[in-house]
């Protein structure tokens, strides 16, 4: 007898709509979980539009299509003029929230304590945090990605394992077109793979590692077959149905 050949490990391929969107993109969402129920089962993709379409968006959701935020704040509610809770988010259909965006850290002055209270506040909430690191050109040319990234998961990551995804996204391939090689890939996700099993044992070893950063339907499937890549944080590609659903058909 034979062993039957390994099931593919599960892949996220998650999109970030960043600031793009208003009512007449749901159509694009409605197109996407049509499509997504054709995708292979190890396949989940998840849509985070401006918090405005989260909760028509997860009207249209379906199946294998789940609809995330792009941030939220730690506290529970109060007086936060324009902020919206983890509680209001999971309450308009959301399942999952990007954490620590490198956009957030560096326009919005997000350290890694305030990306981890809310990744906890996330995880509180019922939902998946998406937590993401990366280091900026300077640092890689300095030599320093590894103790950046190392840097930011301690100070970033929340107590628990559960409902937990990283996204290693070098601020450098964010937007640019440039992306490193598959095999830096997966040299720096297996040295975060190390880190969350140093941190929760075996726990660690499920949490899924994204890679992010310029990832389009031409170089998705070197990408996300790269060894210790478990999918993919999307942003551009993400906004029309066909690059993103290209991108989920090579994972
Ligand atoms: P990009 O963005 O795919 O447009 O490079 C990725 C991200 O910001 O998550």
Same mark, same amino acid.
């Given at each position: ?22 009512? !007449? ?11 997504? &129920?054709? *995708? ?34 730690? @506290? ?10 983890? @509680? ?39 939902? !998946? ?7 900026? &050109? ?6 320093? &990605? *590894? ?9 970033? *990551?929340?107590? #628990? ?7 290693? @996204? ?5 937007? #640019? ?52 890549? #478990?999918?993919? *944080? ?6 029309? &149905? ?10």
């Amino acid at each position: 007898m034979t062993d039957s050949p390994a099931a593919p490990r599960p892949h996220l391929i998650a999109g970030n709509w960043k600031m793009h969107g208003t009512a !007449t993109a749901l159509a694009e969402i409605e197109a996407m979980a049509a499509a997504a &129920a054709s *995708l292979p089962p190890h396949v989940t993709v998840a849509v985070c539009p401006p918090a405005t379409l989260i909760h028509r968006a997860a009207q249209v959701a379906r199946g294998r299509l789940v609809i995330g935020a792009q941030d939220v704040h730690a @506290e529970p509610c109060g007086a936060f003029t324009g902020c919206v809770s983890a @509680e209001m988010l999971q309450d308009a259909g959301a399942t999952l929230v990007i954490v620590g965006h490198s956009e957030r850290r560096t326009d919005c002055h997000e350290t890694d304590a305030d990306v981890r209270a809310k990744a906890i506040a996330v995880q509180a909430a019922g939902m !998946t945090a998406i937590v993401c690191i990366g280091e900026t &050109a300077a640092e890689r040319d300095a030599g320093t &990605a *590894l103790t950046v990234l190392n840097s930011q998961l301690d100070g970033s *990551l929340p107590g #628990s394992a559960e409902r937990l995804v990283v996204a290693y @996204e070098p601020v450098w391939a964010v937007g #640019s077109g440039l992306t490193p090689t598959p095999e830096q890939i997966t040299g720096l996700h297996a040295a975060i793979r190390t880190n969350l099993t140093a941190r929760y044992g075996d726990a660690g070893e499920r949490v899924a590692i994204l890679y992010g950063g310029s990832v389009k339907p031409d170089n998705a499937a070197a990408l996300l077959g790269a060894d210790n890549v #478990s999918g993919a *944080l999307v942003g551009g590609a993400s906004l029309t &149905a066909a690059d993103f659903l290209a991108i989920a058909r090579a994972a």
